[in-house]
Nanobody, 126 residues
Framework: QVQLVESGGGLAQPGGSLRLSCAASGFTLGYFAMIWFRQAPGKEREAVSCISASDGPTYYADSVKGRFTVSRDNAKNMVWLQMNSLKPTDTAVYYC???????????????????WGQGTQVTVSS
């Protein structure tokens, strides 16, 4: 069955970095774009990045553009989110999700995802 398992969260200081990992299994990763979204207490869910299956476009939310970088290795069934220059406002549970499409578009933030993981907590605080 499809499984997505996030890891790499933790406590970071403002200005610090974390690298989140998403291990995918039960499907061919190379057929799907992948999404990272986050959920903070009392806030709306926010899609922060979309990476296309192969050579398609990558998108970032304005709130993380220039600080976060998404990458993937289809052969290893892995997706990563490198988070630099972290801010307290980045504190949230981060999830990877599988959308129902191959290539990202500017509407990647829409909830067109059929699987997602259990999430990993990221806390940014001094």
């Amino acid at each position: 069955q499809v499984q997505l398992v996030e890891s790499g969260g933790g406590l970071a200081q403002p200005g610090g970095s974390l690298r989140l990992s998403c291990a995918a299994s039960g499907f061919t990763l190379g057929y799907f774009a992948m999404i990272w979204f986050r959920q903070a207490p009392g806030k709306e869910r926010e899609a922060v990045s979309c990476i296309s299956a192969s050579d398609g476009p990558t998108y970032y939310a304005d709130s993380v553009k220039g600080r976060f970088t998404v990458s993937r290795d289809n052969a290893k069934n892995m997706v990563w989110l490198q988070m630099n220059s972290l801010k307290p406002t980045d504190t949230a549970v981060y999830y990877c999700a599988r959308p129902v499409y191959t290539s990202c578009t500017s509407t990647y933030y829409r909830w067109d995802y059929d699987y997602w993981g259990q999430g990993t907590q990221v806390t940014v605080s001094s």
